[in-house]
């Protein structure tokens, strides 16, 4: 063993496809993922689309901020708390699970950064926030897909594609959106996470 780890011969091409598919291996049964993550956001944005919803139409007062601050900070604090709990080297080590979890802070931080920064701009576009919202999450189920294993996650990712389609062809962007945002976040987000989580626990 040590005199592998020191041997210094350079790998030919197949050595590093075989590493490559070695450590997405042994990455599947940990990212094929308790399904918490989805589950959280998926919960959380269910609320926050229909509170939105209900402000918008006068059931509730006028707000934003008042929303997505929130919920944005109990995502991120017990994202960060979750982390905290999972050891280091599951966290870094593997190469399933890095591309996993860096497809989905690239969703959190895009989208974060986009609404902080045009909320303080007086420039926040609520079609836009949909269009980059639903183009990262479809990418990010993608990459998921191709990293587990599970493939019908692949038709999730279509799922929010297929609202990305449908939000773009809207010439008139009203307040109705915000439910549609609330039934995808329930169906594409934390339904799959109950899925994930049910196969995890089960050991498949």
């Not at 890095?98 to 420039?123: D, E, R």
């Not at 939000?167 to 962007?173: D, I, K, N, P, W």
């Amino acid at each position: 063993m040590v005199n592998d780890l020191n041997d210094d011969r350079p790998m030919n091409p197949a050595d590093d496809l075989a590493l490559i598919r070695q450590m997405m291996e042994a990455g599947r049964d940990r990212v094929a993922v308790s399904g918490v993550h989805f589950i959280l956001w998926g919960m959380l944005l269910t609320i926050a689309f229909f509170v939105q919803y209900l402000s918008v139409y006068g059931y509730l007062p006028p707000m934003m901020v008042e929303i997505w601050a929130p919920m944005f900070a109990i995502g991120w604090g017990i994202e960060f708390w979750l982390a905290r709990r999972c050891p280091p080297p599951t966290r870094t080590s593997n190469l399933a699970v890095v591309a996993h979890s860096s497809a989905w802070t690239v969703v959190g931080l895009g989208t974060l950064v986009y609404f902080a920064v045009s909320v303080l701009t007086k420039t926040f576009d609520p079609k836009a926030i949909t269009l980059l919202s639903a183009a990262l999450m479809g990418g990010a189920y993608w990459v998921t897909a191709v990293v587990t294993g599970v493939r019908w996650l692949k038709y999730i990712a279509l799922g929010w594609w297929a609202v990305l389609a449908y939000a773009t062809s809207l010439t008139v962007y009203d307040g109705e959106m915000l439910l549609v945002m609330a039934a995808a976040s329930a169906l594409l987000l934390t339904l799959p996470g109950f899925v994930m989580r049910r196969l995890y626990n089960s050991g498949e």
